[in-house]
């Protein structure tokens, strides 16, 4: 549906890799529950490490519920 819009399909272990050498070249990171639990805490450990101006986004979206 829109053609514009480029990805990328990595695996988990290679994504967390990826997180911790390079966090910039991600935009958004789309994944199931469990794995968006252990991505957004390395991301808030490589990314926040504690500077109280970053906020770390993140969104549990379902076919009934969404919560951000």
Known sequence: MYPNITYDEISFDNCCLRLVETPERFDVIVT???????IANIA???Y???NGD?????????AEICCV
Do not use: K
């Open 54 to 62: 970053i906020i770390m986004h993140g969104g549990s979206f379902g």
């Open 32 to 38: 199931q529950n469990l794995y968006g639990d252990i």
């Open 44 to 46: 808030a450990g490589t």
């Open 48 to 50: 926040g490490r504690g």
